[in-house]
């Protein structure tokens, strides 16, 4: 344990020097040779400590805050959370991803041109980080249970009835504006909140899903000659569209629009049009807040986010053996002894392994940024929103055919129709027997 305490704090120190550049010629390559040489197991041990220190760092920053920024009674419940948002980003990252970066660093980074460090960045993000970073997207996605929805085609027609609503309103709004009518802003939002009141589940099911698909469309819109050259980008973008589906949950957005939406209500209701005090509207924003309904329902729903997200990063096992923590602490002291040695001779360069794993998501970013669309197939923006724009006011799915107006017209004049006829043959049947009788008689 005093072991594991003392790497932790070393490590603290360590990554401070290196965002500043102060580690040695002598310490950079110690540091390289000792995680290029880190097992699988290892590199999981670093990270859990990795996850530690990021979890600490955070509580100290909490726990400094003055009452009157975070209230004692939600400090737990905030502390909870930002863990749970630690525990889910160390999810993205596995073993197998940091040893094959190690793996692929070998070498003298120090000696590096400019452009071959970047180079190397680039070869490590593509190599390793979009391929280990898929696996791991994908087991986390799979942790999230299947919903299914009741009526997609209801949902869908209801989604589409708020989204030209809300159209309606921006353009007329923008009209007025245009013309220099006078526009009553409180009335226009409180009509934008009432058409989001009492949004469903299903119906946040169907956004999401349009959503997904103008993703789609603005990675082809800005790199799309760029995933031709590397297919693989276009399995991690599916990947990523499916890792965002199982974090934004259905029903916790839904509790959280509507509670949202109730609270923004009742705050618009209280402020004036014109009112100009920036003071009196924080306190009305501030009381609203501070309601013990309010208070209970912000805790619950936070509660269940952060049950959510540990959920989706639940590792299958969080720790390591007693040898693999004895074999840390040894690299961990050799390169203690290293930075020793060599004293304040520090290095003016950036360019170390620390560096250069930290910085391996940017370089992926980058070489997107730096290689857009070049095929001449793409479209404005313009173009892109109008198209957004129409398929959010479009219903795509198809109804159960037996929910058709149509079909339920058709059938009620026809069940008409034949009870009409029944009634007609059992009359004539019962006249027919009444003549015969008589006729007897």
Aim: no cysteine; net charge positive.
């Amino acid at each position: 344990m005093q072991n594991n305490l003392t790497n932790k704090e070393y490590i603290k120190k360590l990554i401070i020097r290196s965002k500043k550049g102060e580690i040695s010629q002598a310490e950079s390559k110690e540091i390289q040779n000792n995680l290029a040489n880190l097992s699988k197991e290892e590199w999981k041990g670093l990270k859990i400590i990795f996850k530690e220190i990021v979890k600490e760092k955070l509580d100290k920053k909490l726990d400094k805050l003055p009452e009157n920024y975070l209230p004692d009674e939600w400090k737990n419940e905030i502390k909870n959370f930002l863990h749970s948002l630690v525990n889910f980003g160390f999810a993205l990252v596995n073993e197998e991803m940091l040893y094959e970066a190690a793996q692929l660093a070998k070498g003298e980074i120090n000696n590096l041109t400019p452009s071959q460090y970047q180079q190397l960045g680039e070869e490590m993000a593509t190599k390793v980080f979009i391929p280990q970073l898929i696996i791991q997207l994908d087991k986390i996605s799979a942790r999230k249970p299947t919903r299914e929805v009741k009526d997609y085609h209801k949902a869908e027609v209801e989604f589409v009835k708020k989204a030209k609503k809300t159209f309606s309103l921006i353009k007329s709004v923008k009209g007025s504006e245009k013309m220099g009518f006078k526009v009553d802003y409180k009335r226009q939002l409180l009509k934008l909140l009432s058409i989001f009141k009492n949004t469903s589940a299903d119906e946040i099911r169907v956004g999401k899903d349009k959503l997904k698909k103008y993703a789609d469309w603005l990675i082809e819109l800005k790199a799309g000659a760029e995933i031709k050259k590397h297919p693989e980008l276009k399995q991690f973008m599916q990947s990523l569209m499916n890792f965002i589906d199982a974090v934004a949950d259905e029903e916790l957005y839904q509790e959280g629009l509507n509670l949202s939406v109730e609270i923004a209500e009742n705050i618009l209701r209280q402020i004036d049009e014109d009112e100009k005090d920036f003071q009196k509207g924080l306190e009305i924003v501030i009381n609203e807040v501070k309601k013990p309904n309010v208070v209970r329902r912000i805790k619950s729903l936070l509660a269940k986010w952060t049950s959510h997200l540990n959920r989706l990063a639940s590792e299958e096992n969080d720790s390591i053996s007693s040898q693999a923590q004895s074999n840390i602490s040894q690299k961990i002291s050799n390169i203690q002894a290293a930075g020793s040695q060599s004293g304040n001779n520090s290095l003016e360069s950036s360019q170390n392994v620390l560096n250069l794993l930290a910085n391996t998501p940017n370089n992926l970013v980058n070489h997107l940024a730096e290689n857009p669309n070049s095929d001449g197939s793409q479209i404005s923006w313009e173009d892109f929103f109008t198209k957004v724009e129409k398929d959010l006011t479009t219903v795509q799915s198809k109804g159960k055919w037996y929910k058709n107006p149509w079909f339920i017209g058709f059938s009620i004049v026809s069940a008409f129709a034949v009870g009409g006829l029944l009634v007609w043959l059992l009359t004539r049947r019962k006249k027919e027997e009444r003549n015969k009788i008589a006729h007897e008689w």
